[in-house]
């Protein structure tokens, strides 16, 4: 019998139209941009398998036999959401925070709308059905998911009401009888080239006239005229000398819709800008989904803070109180990081329906930090390191060449081999200088959206008055 790994990577020979370097790529397992992060999502996969690991990351169908992953889990109890939270922090700490869509934030939403389908289902009257029989799918068959809601940058100044942006933007061209057909563009859809269904959906409020731009979608990867067009491969296979680059590159891409059909089985909502909206704002899927990200974040900084401390070890620099403030600085993002994440699931409250929500308060504040807690970890890296980052060999090989006594005399370090203190360096430098370190700092910084809405809507839904009523209280009775 095939493990999860094997069927996952066979099931991706199913002619889709990937293209990566002007070219489409036939076999994905085998090519070298996708091999190492494919061997990544496989063994992750596989843990479903593992009896001594299938119970951190799963949970039994109602078969009791059958295990899913726990991000299909819809929680009713503290326990269950705990349970979606272990599931979260083995996958991140087996990657150590690296691979920022791992398909369970995805799964997470579709899991967030099945379980408040009945609330949703007010929005059409379809919806409930359509998800229960989606939800369903994807859990028993292991479905790999990932989302793209941006559309393309053409004239971030003009609106719908500009041609050229309007037919750019993704739209339905034409209805029949048995779905609908679109055409456009959608951006980031990150680890599409191995997903087996894009959730898409609109983002923007849009007028009544643009209604045909208005929609809430799920298409197979392999649909005819999709084209998931690939940036520069940041993968490189030296395991060596680039430890991360060569497993975690999950890979970002633009999907372009040449007129492709949706059956009216996968078209969620289409039509109405408000109900796409209120589907987008819907708490119990958005607190599921964005728990996800914060557990996530938890595993990122305590891997930067890993490499930090052992650099500062390596060359003797953690004796010294500017260095050691530096890094008790990273040990207060970690802890601040953790304790929001159990904020938000000790504070959790039942929705409507019953279902366990996490407090999304907590999870906005982490997300918000997050985007000025990354870039500021990897800023303190750079400072310890300095220029030791930059003087370690092209290749760890050199250790074995013609120079490999000076090699061993000149790279040596305080409390470290030689290799072990490269070896280090060359890791760090993965994650500071590389191109895959460089496509993570812009990745924590805008992947929740834009930092500056993202705060101002913080402050706009806030109980105001929580915080200002005391102040003139205060001041009235100090006039009295």
Known sequence: MLSRGERFINSLKDERSVLFEGKRIEDLGSHPAFKGPLETITSLFNMLDDPSEKDKVGFKLPDRVSYAHSS??????????????????????ETHGMMTRLSDYARSMITGWYAARKELGKLDPHFESKITAYYTAARDQDLFLTTAIVDPQIDRSSGLEDGRVAERFLHVVRET???????GAKMIATGAPYTHDFIISSFLEFKPEEAKHAHVLIVPANSQGIHIVCRESFTDMRKNDHILSSRYDEMDAVLFFDDVFIPWERVLLYGKSETVL???ANKTANSLAFHQNIVRYVAKLEFVTGIAFAVAESIGVNEYLHVQEKLGELLT???????????????????????????????????????????RAIE??????????????????DFFGVISNHMHHYFEGKTVSAEKKVQ????????????????HELYERFYAGDPV?????????????????????LLRETSK
């Open 453 to 473: 809405r993202a705060y101002a809507k913080q402050y706009s839904e806030s109980d105001q008055a929580s915080f200002t009523d005391p102040i003139w209280r």
């Open 177 to 183: 009888s048995d779905g609908i057909i679109v055409r």
């Open 278 to 280: 209120t589907l987008r």
């Open 72 to 93: 299909f889990l819809v929680p009713y109890t503290l326990e269950d959401l705990q349970q979606r939270s272990l599931a979260f922090h083995t996958w991140s700490k």
């Open 424 to 439: 280090l360096f060359k890791l760090a430098w993965d994650l500071i200088g590389s191109p895959l370190g460089s496509r």
């Open 380 to 397: 303190i890296l750079q400072q310890i390191g300095g220029g030791g980052f930059v003087q370690v060999p092209s290749r760890f090989e």
């Open 333 to 375: 993002q970690i802890d601040t990081m953790k304790a929001l994440v159990i904020a938000s699931e000790v504070q959790a409250k039942p929705d409507d329906s019953g279902v366990l929500v996490p407090e999304l308060s907590y999870i906005h504040t982490a997300r918000n930090i997050g985007t000025r807690f990354y870039p």
